[in-house]
């Protein structure tokens, strides 16, 4: 069976559509007007061997002000995730990386149980990177965790470079990612919880 989501939110203040298929390659198309996010998601779908399309818009307030856009874009990769993973059979359900960029250093682990928790430790020295205020890498992913229904721990140890932390940060979360969406072969007829369901 096919693992995968087309999702789309329109408000008053954004319109988000997001294709993903999480047994794809990692091809990739984002149009966000957020330059750095584009980056960001784009190394999110190679890494995480997912593909994704993502086609974002906001209104005239975007241009001064990305939150809305920013969060709202997590809030419908989260509804996708938690949409291509079903009932989640078979999934390892739980997902945790390492992951090195120059002096900057991530631990994310991820589990996909059914709940929220979400927790981010990163001390960022500037107030924005590109066009995106480092405050909304907490927001971005605090929405995805709520509606993916994840358990999401970020911590970032070393770093002096703020792109660089968050490059660590979106890149530790794919693989994490990855590794908790992908099916165990031993249990595919299995749910990963001794309930018998997530």
Known sequence: M???AQVTRRTNETEIAISLNLDGSGKR???TPVGFLNHMLDLFGKHGLFDMTIQAKGDNDLYRDEHHVVEDIGIVLGQAFAKALGDKQGINRYGFFILPMDESLATVAVDFAGRYTFNLQCDFVRENVGDLSTELVYDFWDAFAQNAKANIYIKVEN????HHKIEAIFKA???ACRIACEVDERSKLEFPS?????
């Not at 001794?194 to 997530?198: A, D, S």
């Open 2 to 4: 096919k693992r995968a």
């Open 29 to 31: 198309s984002i149009e």
């Open 159 to 162: 770093g002096r470079n703020d």
């Open 173 to 175: 979360m794919a693989r």
């Open 194 to 198: 001794t309930k018998g369901v997530l």
